[in-house]
Protein backbone atom coordinates (compact mmCIF):
# COMPACT_ATOMS: atom_id res chain seq x y z
CA UNK A 1 0.00 0.00 0.00
CA UNK A 2 1.32 3.10 -1.00
CA UNK A 3 1.59 5.81 2.02
CA UNK A 4 -0.46 8.14 0.51
CA UNK A 5 -3.32 7.49 -2.41
CA UNK A 6 -4.61 10.24 -4.85
CA UNK A 7 -7.48 9.68 -7.19
CA UNK A 8 -5.45 11.47 -10.32
CA UNK A 9 -8.67 11.89 -12.34
CA UNK A 10 -8.47 13.78 -14.86
CA UNK A 11 -11.88 15.35 -12.81
CA UNK A 12 -13.95 17.64 -15.28
CA UNK A 13 -16.75 19.80 -13.67
CA UNK A 14 -18.91 22.61 -15.40
CA UNK A 15 -18.15 26.60 -13.76
CA UNK A 16 -19.93 26.74 -10.85
CA UNK A 17 -19.70 23.28 -9.19
CA UNK A 18 -18.61 22.47 -6.01
CA UNK A 19 -15.23 20.73 -6.04
CA UNK A 20 -14.25 17.37 -3.68
CA UNK A 21 -10.82 16.52 -4.33
CA UNK A 22 -8.97 13.49 -1.64
CA UNK A 23 -6.10 11.61 -0.28
CA UNK A 24 -5.76 8.96 1.72
CA UNK A 25 -2.95 8.26 3.72
CA UNK A 26 -1.15 5.09 5.88
CA UNK A 27 1.15 6.70 8.63
CA UNK A 28 -0.46 7.72 11.58
CA UNK A 29 2.48 9.77 12.44
CA UNK A 30 1.31 12.48 10.07
CA UNK A 31 0.86 15.52 11.49
CA UNK A 32 0.64 18.76 8.73
CA UNK A 33 -1.01 18.53 5.67
CA UNK A 34 -0.82 20.85 2.57
CA UNK A 35 -2.49 21.14 -1.10
CA UNK A 36 -0.65 22.12 -3.68
CA UNK A 37 -2.25 23.22 -6.89
CA UNK A 38 0.55 23.31 -9.86
CA UNK A 39 -0.46 24.96 -13.69
CA UNK A 40 1.24 23.26 -16.25
CA UNK A 41 4.74 23.72 -17.07
CA UNK A 42 5.14 25.63 -13.81
CA UNK A 43 6.11 24.70 -10.19
CA UNK A 44 3.88 23.56 -7.30
CA UNK A 45 2.23 26.09 -4.99
CA UNK A 46 1.45 25.74 -1.76
CA UNK A 47 -2.79 26.44 -1.62
CA UNK A 48 -3.79 25.67 2.14
CA UNK A 49 -1.44 24.23 5.05
CA UNK A 50 -3.27 22.58 8.52
CA UNK A 51 -1.61 21.13 11.24
CA UNK A 52 -3.49 18.02 12.67
CA UNK A 53 -7.23 17.28 12.49
CA UNK A 54 -9.82 20.10 11.65
CA UNK A 55 -10.72 22.34 9.63
CA UNK A 56 -9.46 25.41 7.43
CA UNK A 57 -10.87 28.00 5.18
CA UNK A 58 -9.50 30.56 2.75
CA UNK A 59 -11.92 31.76 0.34
CA UNK A 60 -13.18 29.90 -2.48
CA UNK A 61 -11.03 26.77 -0.56
CA UNK A 62 -12.01 24.65 2.98
CA UNK A 63 -9.38 22.06 3.72
CA UNK A 64 -10.32 19.51 6.11
CA UNK A 65 -8.56 16.79 8.14
CA UNK A 66 -9.55 13.12 9.78
CA UNK A 67 -7.04 11.72 11.13
CA UNK A 68 -9.16 8.75 13.08
CA UNK A 69 -10.00 7.93 8.56
CA UNK A 70 -6.31 9.12 7.63
CA UNK A 71 -8.38 10.90 5.72
CA UNK A 72 -7.83 14.55 4.04
CA UNK A 73 -9.75 16.65 1.55
CA UNK A 74 -9.94 19.93 -0.29
CA UNK A 75 -13.21 21.14 -1.50
CA UNK A 76 -13.64 24.25 -3.77
CA UNK A 77 -16.44 26.34 -3.63
CA UNK A 78 -17.75 28.39 -6.74
CA UNK A 79 -15.32 26.64 -9.34
CA UNK A 80 -13.66 29.30 -11.77
CA UNK A 81 -12.03 27.83 -14.98
CA UNK A 82 -8.94 29.43 -13.58
CA UNK A 83 -9.08 26.70 -10.86
CA UNK A 84 -7.92 24.18 -13.84
CA UNK A 85 -4.80 22.97 -12.44
CA UNK A 86 -3.52 19.81 -11.06
CA UNK A 87 -4.15 19.40 -7.56
CA UNK A 88 -1.62 18.09 -5.21
CA UNK A 89 -1.92 16.86 -0.91
CA UNK A 90 1.37 16.30 1.00
CA UNK A 91 1.74 15.39 4.24
CA UNK A 92 4.54 14.70 7.10
CA UNK A 93 5.61 13.79 10.07
CA UNK A 94 6.32 15.96 13.21
CA UNK A 95 9.87 14.32 14.20
CA UNK A 96 12.51 11.94 13.62
CA UNK A 97 14.71 11.54 10.81
CA UNK A 98 13.93 13.04 7.86
CA UNK A 99 10.87 14.73 9.62
CA UNK A 100 11.53 17.63 6.77
CA UNK A 101 10.36 15.97 4.30
CA UNK A 102 7.13 15.56 2.33
CA UNK A 103 5.07 13.34 1.24
CA UNK A 104 3.17 13.17 -1.56
CA UNK A 105 -0.16 12.40 -3.56
CA UNK A 106 0.51 11.48 -7.43
CA UNK A 107 -1.91 14.50 -7.73
CA UNK A 108 -5.62 15.20 -9.27
CA UNK A 109 -5.76 16.56 -12.61
CA UNK A 110 -9.38 19.27 -12.40
CA UNK A 111 -10.67 21.00 -15.47
CA UNK A 112 -13.46 23.78 -15.14
CA UNK A 113 -15.23 24.14 -18.04
CA UNK A 114 -16.93 27.35 -18.93
CA UNK B 1 9.97 38.79 -5.49
CA UNK B 2 11.25 35.98 -3.22
CA UNK B 3 11.35 32.84 -4.04
CA UNK B 4 13.58 29.78 -5.71
CA UNK B 5 14.95 30.37 -8.76
CA UNK B 6 16.51 27.34 -11.37
CA UNK B 7 18.22 27.21 -13.89
CA UNK B 8 18.34 26.41 -16.76
CA UNK B 9 14.26 26.39 -17.72
CA UNK B 10 15.37 23.53 -20.00
CA UNK B 11 17.61 21.48 -21.65
CA UNK B 12 18.51 19.16 -24.31
CA UNK B 13 21.45 16.83 -23.25
CA UNK B 14 23.47 14.29 -25.14
CA UNK B 15 24.01 10.61 -23.52
CA UNK B 16 26.62 10.76 -20.91
CA UNK B 17 27.18 14.13 -20.66
CA UNK B 18 27.72 15.93 -17.14
CA UNK B 19 25.04 18.56 -16.32
CA UNK B 20 24.33 20.47 -13.68
CA UNK B 21 21.18 22.21 -12.65
CA UNK B 22 21.16 25.00 -10.50
CA UNK B 23 18.71 26.32 -7.62
CA UNK B 24 19.15 29.30 -5.22
CA UNK B 25 16.40 30.57 -2.86
CA UNK B 26 16.58 33.75 -1.26
CA UNK B 27 14.48 32.80 1.56
CA UNK B 28 17.37 31.85 4.15
CA UNK B 29 15.30 28.44 4.50
CA UNK B 30 17.53 25.89 6.52
CA UNK B 31 16.34 23.05 4.07
CA UNK B 32 16.26 22.24 0.38
CA UNK B 33 15.21 19.66 -1.90
CA UNK B 34 15.53 18.04 -5.23
CA UNK B 35 12.70 16.21 -6.56
CA UNK B 36 11.78 14.79 -10.32
CA UNK B 37 8.16 14.85 -11.66
CA UNK B 38 7.11 11.97 -14.78
CA UNK B 39 3.91 11.41 -15.45
CA UNK B 40 2.13 8.71 -13.78
CA UNK B 41 4.47 8.49 -10.97
CA UNK B 42 4.51 12.41 -8.93
CA UNK B 43 7.01 13.81 -7.17
CA UNK B 44 9.72 11.76 -5.74
CA UNK B 45 12.81 13.20 -3.56
CA UNK B 46 16.45 12.68 -5.52
CA UNK B 47 18.54 14.54 -2.05
CA UNK B 48 17.30 17.00 0.38
CA UNK B 49 19.21 19.17 2.28
CA UNK B 50 18.43 19.56 6.15
CA UNK B 51 20.86 22.34 6.51
CA UNK B 52 24.19 23.94 5.17
CA UNK B 53 26.96 21.44 5.02
CA UNK B 54 24.53 18.15 5.12
CA UNK B 55 22.65 16.17 2.80
CA UNK B 56 20.79 12.89 2.74
CA UNK B 57 19.46 10.46 -0.36
CA UNK B 58 15.92 10.65 -1.12
CA UNK B 59 13.90 7.80 -2.71
CA UNK B 60 15.27 8.34 -6.35
CA UNK B 61 19.42 9.30 -5.61
CA UNK B 62 21.36 6.62 -8.33
CA UNK B 63 22.99 8.63 -10.92
CA UNK B 64 22.76 12.35 -8.99
CA UNK B 65 24.79 14.16 -6.57
CA UNK B 66 24.07 17.56 -4.72
CA UNK B 67 26.23 20.20 -2.60
CA UNK B 68 25.33 22.52 0.09
CA UNK B 69 28.11 25.01 0.61
CA UNK B 70 26.07 27.38 1.58
CA UNK B 71 22.55 28.36 2.86
CA UNK B 72 21.51 29.74 -0.61
CA UNK B 73 22.39 27.24 -3.41
CA UNK B 74 21.85 23.30 -3.80
CA UNK B 75 23.00 22.66 -7.26
CA UNK B 76 21.84 19.13 -8.48
CA UNK B 77 24.56 17.43 -10.61
CA UNK B 78 24.25 14.19 -13.49
CA UNK B 79 27.56 13.18 -13.44
CA UNK B 80 26.86 10.83 -16.69
CA UNK B 81 23.41 11.50 -17.76
CA UNK B 82 21.04 8.46 -19.43
CA UNK B 83 18.12 8.81 -21.21
CA UNK B 84 15.96 7.73 -17.89
CA UNK B 85 17.21 10.74 -16.37
CA UNK B 86 14.91 12.89 -18.75
CA UNK B 87 12.45 14.88 -16.50
CA UNK B 88 11.15 17.84 -15.00
CA UNK B 89 13.60 18.73 -12.24
CA UNK B 90 11.80 21.27 -9.15
CA UNK B 91 13.61 22.43 -6.59
CA UNK B 92 12.35 23.30 -3.25
CA UNK B 93 13.11 24.69 0.17
CA UNK B 94 11.58 25.09 3.60
CA UNK B 95 11.79 27.20 7.08
CA UNK B 96 11.74 24.23 9.59
CA UNK B 97 9.94 20.47 10.94
CA UNK B 98 6.95 20.44 9.03
CA UNK B 99 6.50 23.39 7.37
CA UNK B 100 5.38 23.70 3.93
CA UNK B 101 8.42 23.46 0.52
CA UNK B 102 8.35 26.08 -1.39
CA UNK B 103 8.99 25.28 -5.30
CA UNK B 104 10.86 26.92 -8.34
CA UNK B 105 9.19 26.38 -11.36
CA UNK B 106 11.52 23.40 -12.77
CA UNK B 107 14.25 22.65 -15.39
CA UNK B 108 12.57 20.76 -18.11
CA UNK B 109 15.27 18.28 -19.18
CA UNK B 110 15.67 16.01 -21.99
CA UNK B 111 18.58 13.50 -22.46
CA UNK B 112 19.15 11.93 -25.91
Known amino acids: QKEVEQDPGPLSVPEGAIVSLNCTYS??????FMWYRQYSRKGPELLMYTYSSGNKEDGRFTAQVDKSSKYISLFIRDSQPSDSATYLCAMSATSGAGSYQLTFGKGTKLSVIP | IAGITQAPTSQILAAGRRMTLRCTQD?????MYWYRQDLGLGLRLIHY???????GKGEVPDGYSVSRANTDDFPLTLASAVPSQTSVYFC???????????FGDGTRLSIL
Open chain 2, 27 to 31: MRHNA
Open chain 1, 27 to 32: NSAFQY
Open chain 2, 92 to 102: ASSDDEGQPQH
Open chain 2, 49 to 55: SNTAGTT
